[in-house]
């Protein structure tokens, strides 16, 4: 409950947003559910490099790790997973429903990956996590379902989709470097989610002003 309330929250706020034809619950579940599943195939993708995951490296390696492992698998399996659950639906029906899911499935992730972090290190670790964990991966997956919503509705959709890819895994990639890197501290990696979270806005305002299926 930890874990899920949180998300559950998130879902409800950012659902607010949606001022066309509002999505049902049903399917935004759905995207949630979807989401959380993609935690098993981001993990296998994961399992090779566990052992590099977990001990310190040189700057090359952690670089590679952050942008090419983590950042690029994760948001590769939750963009796969949303468009599996929804890609062909009626009721994508505009460009804004593709945040909409996108950021569905990035909290169901969040959800499953929180309740590992606190079954890990206990509750002590939920409300960091319902935070701004949370606000990152609904930041990666909004920007990447922002492209999802105009490849639905664009001439190029394999294109656009890879650049929504490419954005939110690089955002997810320099994310995770900032939060283990000895670099900087805690407080940067809290600028970044803000900045985050003003991209993903000037996306939400981008996308309600693009045409869909009315």
Request: with cysteine; hydrophobic share 55%; net charge neutral.
């Amino acid at each position: 409950m930890a874990s899920l309330l949180p998300g559950l929250f998130w879902l409800w706020y950012f659902r607010r947003y949606d001022v066309g034809d509002r999505e049902p619950a049903g399917t935004l579940i759905r995207c949630l559910v979807a989401g959380a599943l993609a935690v098993l195939p981001a993990l296998a993708w994961e399992a090779p490099f566990r052992d590099q995951l977990q001990s310190s490296n040189s700057l090359p390696v952690q670089l590679a790790l952050s942008f090419l492992v983590v950042g690029l698998g994760e948001e590769l399996f939750k963009l796969l997973a949303v468009y599996l659950a929804i890609g062909r639906s009626r009721e994508f029906s505009e460009p804004m429903d593709g945040i909409l899911y996108a950021i569905a499935g990035g909290i169901g992730f969040a959800v499953v990956e929180n309740v590992l972090y606190i079954s890990a290190f206990g509750l002590v670790a939920a409300p960091l996590r319902g935070t701004a964990a949370v606000l990152a991966h609904i930041a990666f997956s909004g920007l990447a379902g922002y492209y999802l919503g105009r490849a639905r509705f664009g001439a190029k959709p394999m294109p656009t989709m890879a650049v929504g890819l490419a954005v939110a895994a690089a955002a997810h990639g320099l994310y995770d470097f900032l939060l283990i890197s000895p670099l900087v501290s805690p407080f940067v990696v809290l600028l970044l989610i803000a900045a985050l979270q003003y991209a993903l806005f000037a996306a939400i305002s981008r996308a309600a002003k693009l045409p869909g299926d009315r």
